[in-house]
């Protein structure tokens, strides 16, 4: 397979050479009789620039395969398969948790974790009261008391929790190309973390994650660090690395708060800066998410963390059962999920904002999109207090306290799907004592759309979909998402 490929390639290289070297050449012009038997004939002097290309060409395809450019020796199985697309068994999720929390954390892990499908790995401080088939396997930690911890009122299982990254490390598990580290309460969308590693070569170091959403909470730590609850990602070529230098690093960091503190302070010792992907949702945050949620950015959604301190994603289910709707429309279209669509009504003068899998809201009138693309703050800051001004890492808009200021909006009832599209349902959130409207009279809304494939380019450089209002009936309105052309602007046109 491989000797096919790369005979393929040197044909492709061949055929774009300059015309100097693959055009045949004009015959030279006619020597001096002295020297007539020094010059090669037309032919053999096409033989020998064949030759000679062919030569140069086996050359630069060894120097581009040559592991001599990467911080560590890549075995034959590495160099085979460097090109081949990332996969879900190439991905080793590693989950740190406890004894005292894995029983009323485990519903977490069960959700996002599937043993046919998913790499992961559980470790525990000491062995679990009770652990099932349906949670990833459980790893007891090593002993760390010989490393100091001087964070006052800290906690010292921050330690432990770091070197959960030399222990997944120093396990050899095969064929893995990128390491996930979380906490147990961290629900990880497993399609859309392979997806967007994928963008990336596992070959060279990558530490890839998301600050917090609090200005304050990077102020306190860094702005450049992967908070751990929302996840990170190290390639495997850093992970080895770092696995090597880690418990060197831990006798300097004593002093800090948290785990991924520590491994911060390590990466960037090693001269390695944070590569940001927005999806990893750290959540320092209290209450009601939806206005995040509403207005997701186009990154995939790769995790949430910190559900236990936030209301249910739904209304009238408790936290699991909320995530659990979440995730059953993230699985038949995981690209998709909270991707922020808008359409306009022009005839009715409404504005619809799609949160794909998650909510609709309906507006009267017409909502420029920009407004649409700021964060509604319906949510509380990490830290409590009175004199506490919640600050973050992202434009926000109030929130109006009056239930009938609000927008109309309808929450994600079900998801089905066949060859061909993708249809969602949703309903109608009553809300009681307010002014009858046109808006008020509607009672679902059907949003019919394709699987959204993109390929790695186009993850490179998303672009948002438009969408069509359809004729519908007074209490059912249907609304189409689409690829927007190429010179669509997503506005109402007047």
């Known amino acids: 397979m491989m000797f096919h490929r790369r005979k393929k390639e040197q044909q492709q290289s061949t055929s774009t050479l ?19 038997t020094t010059f090669l004939r037309p032919s053999s002097f096409k033989s020998f620039l064949l030759i000679l290309s062919l030569l140069l060409n086996l050359y630069l395809l060894l120097i581009l395969w040559t592991p001599s450019s990467y911080p560590y020796p890549l075995s034959p199985s590495t160099v085979i398969t460097r090109f081949s697309l990332t996969t879900r068994r190439h991905i080793l999720f590693a989950v740190a948790s406890s004894s005292l929390s894995w029983p009323r954390r485990q519903s977490y892990l069960n959700l996002w974790y599937s043993p046919n499908t998913t790499r992961a790995l559980a470790f525990l401080d000491s062995p679990p009261p009770n652990t099932t088939t349906t949670s990833p396997p459980v790893i007891i930690s090593g002993e760390a008391s010989r490393f100091p911890y001087t964070f006052p009122g800290g906690l010292r299982s921050a330690i432990r929790v770091a070197r959960v990254v030399k222990e997944a490390v120093d396990r050899n598990e095969t064929d893995v190309r990128w390491f996930v580290f979380g906490d147990d309460d961290t629900v990880f969308f497993v399609e859309n973390v392979v997806r967007v590693l994928a963008k990336y070569d596992h070959n060279r170091w990558y530490y890839l994650g998301s600050n917090s959403e609090s200005y304050d909470q990077n102020e306190k730590y860094s702005f450049e660090m992967a908070f751990g609850g929302g996840g990170f990602a190290i390639s495997y070529s850093l ?114 904002s799609v949160s794909w899998g ?65 249809w969602s349902n949703y309903s109608r959130r009553v809300v009681r004592n307010c002014i009858e409207s046109d808006v008020t009279k509607l ?41 927007c052309e190429n010179d669509e602007l997503i506005s109402m046109q007047l």
């Open 18 to 36: 300059p015309l100097s070297q693959s055009s045949p050449m004009p015959p030279p012009p006619p020597p001096s009789s002295a020297a007539t």
């Open 239 to 352: 992970a080895r690395v770092l696995a090597r230098v880690l418990d060197s690093c831990l006798k300097r960091y004593g002093h800090l708060y948290g785990s991924d503190s520590r491994i911060y302070s390590c990466i960037a010792e090693l001269g390695v800066g944070l590569t940001h992907e927005p999806g990893f949702h750290q959540l320092d945050m209290r209450g009601n998410l939806f206005g995040m949620l509403a207005a997701h950015p186009l990154s995939p959604l790769l995790s949430l963390h910190h559900l236990d301190a936030l209301d249910p994603l739904f209304p009238d289910m408790n936290r699991t059962e909320a995530l659990k709707h979440l995730i059953a429309a993230a699985n038949v279209d995981p690209a998709r999920i909270l991707q922020q669509t808008v359409c306009y009504d022009r005839s009715n003068s409404l504005t619809f």
């Open 358 to 422: 998650f909510a609709v809201q309906v507006f009267q009138g017409n909502e420029l999109l920009p407004d649409l693309l700021t964060v509604q703050k319906t949510f509380t800051s990490w830290r409590r207090g009175s004199k506490v001004y919640a600050n973050f890492m992202f434009n926000t808009r109030d929130y109006p306290r009056d239930p009938c200021k609000r927008p109309s909006v309808f929450f994600l009832k079900n998801v089905s799907s066949d060859k061909r599209r993708i």
């Open 443 to 483: 009672k679902e809304i059907i949003v019919f759309s394709r699987k959204l494939d993109l390929s790695i380019e186009q993850m490179k450089a998303p672009r948002r979909q438009c969408c069509n209002v359809m004729p519908s009936s007074n209490k059912s309105i249907s609304i189409h998402i689409r690829e």
